[in-house]
C-alpha cells in the first residue's frame, strides 16, 4: 500500500471510530451508546437537573423549559440523542402549574381521588380505570413518570401522608398498587412507586431511622411493594428519605439491590426522594440510579468516587445502562406530541362517580338516602369549603372544587341560604386574616389548611331548623407531607367546638323529629367512638379528589350510593394502637436530650465525637423502634379481642347482603381456590366487598388470627341477585416469614378460610388442609444492628 493510500485509511478509520464514538441512542444499540460515553457523561445522567423554585405552590425542577411545575427532570446528553425526561407528582393526579407566563390558557390538573380513598373501593378495576385516566394526563401534558404511587403502610394513624397511602394491610397495599401502576402504564409513561421503604413517618423523616426486625420488615412494609413489583412493571421506584437499621434507604444495597432486585426482579430504576444527601457513592452502589433533583456536587462526587477506586466503574455502567433503558421507554424519547389537551371533562365525570365507590357509610339509622327532604341547613366549614386531597407534592392543582352546598343543588336540594352566608364570609375573613398572619396557623406546605369552625349560636340553630328538614355537620381535617397530625382537640378527637355543634344540632333537630348527618372530609383516622352514636347517620368522604362535594351529595341523595370498606382500623382510643407509643404524636420540635438539636446528620456526628460527646437519640424522632413487630391493625385487634370503633373492612350500604355456599379448593401444588355466593337481601342495588381471611397453623411462629389474603367485589347487584365471587391464593401469598431459617414458610396443617364483611363479621368459614409445608428461602440482610425488643401479644 502506498503512502497516500494509508493515509486515506488511517482517515477513513478515524471517521468511523469517529462515528462510532457518537452512536445516538436507541432501544437497539444501549450497549454501543454506554461505552461511547465519557465519564462525566455518564455521572450526569444519573443526576437529575436540579431544583428550581416555588412556582404556583409547586416546588418545581429547575429546568421548566419542558413542563412547569413538574418536580424533576433528567439531563440531556444531545450528542448521544439522550433527550431529557420529565417527572411529575403525584398520587392524586399529575401536579404542574396551572398557568404559564406569556399565556392565558390553562393546565389544570384533574384532582382524583386519594390513594386511602381508591383502597377504600376494595375494587382493583376501578382502581385501573382511575389511573388510566390519570395517566393520560401525565402523558398529554408532557411527563414521562408519575411520582406514584405512595405506597407506605398505616403504621400509626397519626402519620401526616397516609391519605397518599392506601392500607394498614400490606396485601391490599400491594393488590391497590399494581392495579394503579397497571393503570398509569397503560398510556406508555411510567411510575415511581414510593416511598422505599419505612417512611411510616413524617416527623424528622429526612433522618429517621427506622429499626425493624426482619419477619416485621417483609411481612408487612416491603410486601406491598414485593406485590407491586411482581404484578406490575414499575419504571421507576423512589427510595426514601429515611434510614432503615442505620442506612440511609437510598444507601442501602441490602434493600436496593438484594432485596428489590436479586429476590423480586424489579427491571427499573430508583431514584432517591428530593434531597441530596451525603454518601452519594454509596447510593450509586447500592442500586439507586439517579439522584433527584439532581445538583451539581452529586456529580462530581460520582465522578472522584470511579477516579478514587471508591465507586466500582462496573457501578456506574449499571445504573447507566438501567438509565438508558428506562430514556427509551419514555414518551419523549419517542417524540411522542403531546396535546397539553387531556380529557378533564371526561375524568371529572369519572371521578365524581367512581369516588362513590370508596365513600364509607360508618352509620345509618335509616335516613340515608334522604327521603322527604327538601331543604336542607349545612354546617361546617367543610360544607362550603370542601377538603379534596391533602397537602404538599401530593396536592394536585386542579381547576376547582365542589363542596357539599353545591353537590346538595346539583342533586335539587335548597340550601340554607342565610347559613350559607355566614359560613362563606367566615370563610373569606378567615382566610384572609390566615394569610395575612403566617403564624396564625398557616403553616401548611402546598394545599390548604383547615379554618377553625366557626361558632354558630344555640338560637341559631333553633331558628335555622324551622326553616330547614335536616342538618348536615361537614368535619374537616387536613395533613400532608412534612409533619404528621397530633393526638390532641382539632386533630385526632373532634374539637371542643365541634363537638358542641354536633351535640347542639343533634338536641335541636331531634326534638323536632328531624335528622342530623356529619360528613367527614378527612384524610386520615380520627376518633368516633365517642360521639359516633349522636348523629343518625356518618358518612365518611376522605378527601375523594375534586368533584368531592357532588359524590357527596350524590350520595346523601341515593342518585349514587356507598360501598367503600375501611383498608384500616378505627380504634376506640389512639393508646390502643401497638405503635401509638413508638410514635412522635407528642412531638415539639424541642429536644432536651441532644445537646446539638433533633438531628443526627453527619456534621453533627462529627461536631459531637470532636468535643467527646454522646448524641442522645431521641425516641420516635431519631430513631424508631419498630417494636409493634406485625402487630398493626386488625392483625393486633384481633388477636388480642381488643374492641375497635370500626373494625378493618367495616363498611355499610344501602342495601344488605348474605353470603352463602363457602367452597374451598386446594391445587395439588397447595395453592387454594375459595368461593363464595353473595345474595342482595335488601331493597336497593348495590355492590359489596368480601374479604377472605385465613387462619394458619402456626408452624413455629406467633402468628395473627388471621391474615387477608385476597379480597373480590361484586359487580353492582340488584335486589335478589346474586354472584358468586372466587378468590385464588397461591402457597407463597400463604407463607409467614421465619427469621431463624430466613424463609418464607408455608406450614402444613389445619387452615381456615374465613369470608368476612369486615375483621368482626366472619360470615361464613370453610377449613381446608395443606399436605406438604413448603418454604421460600431468602437473603439474610436488612438486619439491625440490635435485634428490637418486640412486644408479645400471645
Ligand atoms: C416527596 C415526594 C415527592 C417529591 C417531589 C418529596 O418531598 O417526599 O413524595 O415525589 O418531593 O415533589
Known sequence: MNLKVKLISAAALLVCAGAAAQPKLSPNNIDEVLKAMTLQEKATLLVGSGWGSMVAGSMTAADASLVPGAAGTTRAIPRLGIPQTVVSDGPAGIRIDPRRAGSSRTYYATGFPVGTVMASTWNTDLVKELTTAMGEEVKEYGADVLLAPGMDLHRNPLCGRNFEYFSEDPYLTGKMAAAYVNGIQSNGVGVSSKHFAFNDQETNRQENDAQVNPRAAREMYLKGFEIMVKESDPWTIM?????????????????LTTILRDEWGFKGIVMTDW?????????????????????????QRIVD??????IPVADVDRNVRRMLEYIVRTPRFKGYKYSDNPDLEGHAKLVRK???????????????????????????????????????????????????ADGMRENGFEVDASLENWYKQYIAYKKTEMANNKSGGMTIMLGDD????????????????????????????NAGEGGDRKAVDGDWTLTGAEREMLQTLADVYHIA??????VLNIGGVIETASWKNIPDAILLAWTPGQEGGYTVADVLSGASYPSGKLPMTFPVSYFDIPSSFNFPYNYSGADSNNPFGSSDSEEMAELAAAFGIMIQKTPNVDETQYKE?????????????????????????????????????VEKDGSVTASVTVRNTGSAKGKEAVQLYVTAPDGGLVKPAFELRAFAKTKELAPGQSETLTMKVDPYTLASFNENTSAWETAAGNYVALFGASATDIRSTAAFKIAKAQSWPVNRVLLPKTPVEEIKVK
Not at 468516587?305 to 471508591?310: D, L, M, Q
Open 239 to 255: 427510595s426514601s428519605y429515611n434510614k432503615v437499621n442505620g442506612s440511609y434507604t437510598q444507601q442501602s444495597k441490602d434493600l
Open 275 to 299: 434531597g441530596n444527601k451525603k454518601g452519594t457513592e454509596n447510593a450509586v452502589i447500592a442500586g439507586n440510579d439517579l439522584m433527584e433533583p439532581g445538583m451539581e456536587n452529586e456529580i
Open 305 to 310: 468516587g470511579v477516579n478514587s477506586g471508591k
Open 354 to 404: 367512581a369516588a362513590a365507590e370508596g365513600l364509607v357509610l360508618l352509620e345509618n339509622n335509616g335516613v340515608l338516602p334522604l327521603k322527604d327532604v327538601k331543604k336542607v341547613a349545612l354546617y361546617g366549614v367543610g360544607s362550603y369549603d370542601f377538603i379534596a386531597g391533602g397537602t404538599g407534592s401530593g396536592n394536585v392543582n386542579k381547576p376547582y372544587i365542589r363542596n357539599v
Open 450 to 477: 383547615v379554618l377553625p369552625e366557626m361558632p354558630v349560636g344555640r338560637s341559631f340553630i333553633e331558628k335555622t331548623e324551622k326553616a330547614t328538614d335536616l342538618a348536615v355537620l361537614t368535619i374537616s381535617r
Open 513 to 518: 323529629g328531624k335528622k342530623v348527618v356529619v
Open 629 to 665: 413487630g406485625i402487630w398493626i391493625g386488625y392483625r393486633y385487634f384481633q388477636t388480642v379481642g381488643k374492641n375497635v370503633s370500626y373494625p378493618f373492612g367495616y363498611g355499610l350500604g344501602y342495601t344488605t347482603f348474605a353470603y352463602s355456599n363457602p367452597v374451598v379448593k
